[in-house]
């Protein structure tokens, strides 16, 4: 059923929002606020609708031409069709209205444009599909063929071009990082054979690459085949090594990275005992210590917890201590008193531990999120139990995409 609407605001997702001539809300992707457009309803549901766009009938003068062919083919972008001042001033729109709806907070972030809004990305996932080596089409599992990624560091782009010429046909998919200390770069290769056999000529940037067994569409790391060069990767922040390799989380811009530990490091403060949560390979823990916190660190990936522990060495950090611990379910707070938390979860939040936290009155909350919507819901449990937002920041790490991360700092 076609539909003309005119584009009232985007929401989080990166979807524009129009009404039908029922009054239904309509989300229509790749549309700009102020456009009237004609658009397909894709699916119908009792309070919404989701539409693609037919034609564009006004465009809004504030649309640019996309600078990557497969803009709207690709899922990995969602806003190349406005220019970069104007995702950024929607991003800050739709935080505030999330949180607004969600608390009744009118939080006014301060908003750290990104250095780089191409070239930024240090890590990329591509899947194999019939010889096609790409990302995924958007929702689906469908590969849209990449000769390079205007988002990737000309590194992974270069890796890219290098590996597809000697890849076999068992490999289904590929994760690449960079050692952004260096800028060379690492892989792993997963595939379902056990016999698989890779041989990557010479290249002047990839370090080191793993071959690992792993069912599509597996979670997990899968069984390690073989391993060629070295594969941990390494990244300077605040005068801090952090180690890392493709097959952990880290954080995918690195120059915006540093505004967010310097945020992170600032707003934990000097001198005080630190439990950092969600902690990864010790991104905010290992600078926070350095400057004077005693922090313990948990993670739910063990692997990761091994990465912090050997850069905790490498720095001769002493007051930083890591354990592998499923924060959701393991009463962290049980036997430290920290007077300051750091949580920085998954897109799904953190619930349990946020009540935990905010039941155990620890002084100061600083939350670091990638997902509004988990962020308003969380958020509840701690102004709920008398504690005060006493700043906000937006550090825009993904340009390009719908992604909205943040920083709250809560106090009691
Ligand atoms: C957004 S990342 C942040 C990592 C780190 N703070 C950083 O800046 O690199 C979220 C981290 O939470 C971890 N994680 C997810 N669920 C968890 C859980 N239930 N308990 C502990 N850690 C968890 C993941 O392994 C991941 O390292």
Same mark, same amino acid.
């Given at each position: 059923?076609?539909?003309?609407?005119?584009?009232?605001?985007?929401?989080?997702?990166?979807?524009?929002?129009?009404?039908?001539?029922?009054?239904?809300?309509?989300? @229509?992707?790749?549309?700009?606020?102020?456009? @009237?457009?004609?658009?397909?309803?894709?699916?119908?549901?009792?309070?919404?609708?989701?539409?693609?766009?037919?034609?564009?009938?006004?465009?809004?003068?504030?649309?640019?031409?996309?600078?990557?062919?497969?803009?709207?083919?690709?899922?990995?972008?969602?806003?190349?069709?406005?220019?970069?001042?104007?995702?950024?001033?929607?991003?800050?729109?739709?935080?505030?209205?999330?949180?607004?709806?969600?608390?009744?907070?009118?939080?006014?972030?301060?908003?750290?444009?990104?250095?780089?809004?191409?070239?930024?990305?240090?890590?990329?996932?591509?899947?194999?599909?019939?010889?096609?080596?790409?990302?995924?089409?958007?929702?689906?599992?469908?590969?849209?063929?990449?000769?390079?990624?205007?988002?990737?560091?000309?590194?992974?782009?270069?890796?890219?071009?290098?590996?597809?010429?000697?890849?076999?046909?068992?490999?289904?998919?590929?994760?690449?990082?960079?050692?952004?200390?260096?800028?060379?770069?690492?892989?792993?290769?997963?595939?379902?054979?056990?016999?698989?056999?890779?041989?990557? *000529?010479?290249?002047?940037?990839?370090?080191?690459?793993?071959?690992?067994?792993?069912?599509?569409?597996? +979670?997990?790391?899968? +069984?390690?085949?073989?391993?060629?060069?070295?594969?941990?990767?390494?990244?300077?922040?605040?005068?801090?090594?952090?180690?890392?390799?493709?097959?952990?989380?880290?954080?995918?811009?690195?120059?915006?990275?540093?505004?967010?530990?310097?945020?992170?490091?600032?707003?934990?403060?000097?001198?005080?005992?630190?439990?950092?949560?969600?902690?990864?390979?010790?991104?905010?823990?290992?600078?926070?210590?350095?400057?004077?916190?005693?922090?313990?660190?948990?993670?739910?990936?063990?692997?990761?917890?091994?990465?912090?522990?050997?850069?905790?060495?490498?720095?001769?950090?002493?007051?930083?201590?890591?354990? *592998?611990?499923?924060?959701?379910?393991?009463?962290?707070?049980?036997?430290?008193?920290?007077?300051?938390?750091?949580?920085?979860?998954?897109?799904?939040?953190?619930?349990?531990?946020?009540?935990?936290?905010?039941?155990?009155?620890?002084?100061?909350?600083?939350?670091?999120?990638?997902?509004?919507?988990?962020?308003?819901?969380?958020?509840?449990?701690?102004?709920?139990?008398?504690?005060?937002?006493?700043?906000?920041?937006?550090?825009?790490?993904?340009?390009?995409?719908?992604? @909205?991360?943040?920083?709250?700092?809560?106090?009691?």
């Amino acid at each position: 059923m076609a539909l003309r609407l005119t584009i009232e605001g985007l929401v989080y997702g990166g979807s524009g929002i129009g009404r039908a001539p029922n009054g239904k809300v309509v989300f @229509v992707p790749y549309t700009v606020p102020g456009e @009237v457009c004609t658009v397909e309803v894709t699916e119908d549901k009792r309070d919404f609708s989701k539409a693609r766009l037919l034609s564009i009938d006004e465009p809004s003068p504030v649309r640019v031409e996309p600078f990557c062919p497969l803009f709207t083919e690709c899922g990995g972008c969602h806003l190349q069709h406005l220019p970069y001042e104007a995702q950024l001033e929607w991003k800050t729109k739709i935080f505030q209205e999330t949180i607004a709806r969600a608390t009744d907070l009118e939080l006014v972030p301060q908003a750290i444009p990104a250095e780089n809004a191409t070239g930024y990305r240090a890590k990329a996932t591509f899947h194999v599909e019939d010889g096609k080596v790409g990302f995924f089409r958007a929702s689906s599992h469908s590969v849209v063929e990449l000769e390079e990624c205007p988002l990737l560091m000309p590194s992974i782009n270069k890796t890219l071009k290098e590996i597809k010429e000697s890849l076999p046909e068992a490999v289904h998919t590929i994760d690449v990082a960079v050692d952004v200390d260096t800028d060379k770069t690492t892989a792993i290769f997963y595939t379902e054979d056990a016999g698989c056999k890779l041989d990557i *000529p010479h290249s002047t940037v990839l370090k080191g690459y793993e071959v690992r067994v792993k069912r599509r569409f597996q +979670r997990g790391r899968g +069984r390690l085949l073989y391993r060629r060069g070295e594969t941990d990767c390494s990244y300077t922040v605040e005068g801090v090594r952090l180690l890392y390799s493709a097959s952990v989380f880290f954080q995918v811009n690195p120059a915006m990275n540093r505004r967010l530990v310097q945020k992170v490091v600032e707003a934990v403060g000097k001198d005080v005992t630190v439990v950092d949560a969600f902690c990864g390979v010790g991104n905010f823990s290992l600078p926070v210590a350095k400057k004077g916190c005693r922090v313990e660190g948990f993670d739910i990936d063990g692997v990761a917890i091994e990465y912090a522990k050997r850069a905790a060495g490498l720095n001769s950090i002493e007051v930083a201590v890591f354990f *592998p611990l499923d924060v959701e379910r393991g009463k962290v707070l049980e036997k430290i008193a920290p007077s300051v938390v750091v949580l920085d979860p998954p897109r799904g939040g953190c619930r349990g531990l946020a009540t935990e936290v905010a039941e155990r009155a620890v002084e100061r909350v600083v939350y670091v999120s990638c997902n509004p919507s988990t962020l308003g819901r969380d958020l509840k449990e701690f102004l709920e139990r008398g504690y005060r937002v006493v700043s906000s920041t937006l550090v825009d790490m993904f340009p390009q995409t719908h992604h @909205v991360e943040s920083i709250t700092v809560l106090t009691l």
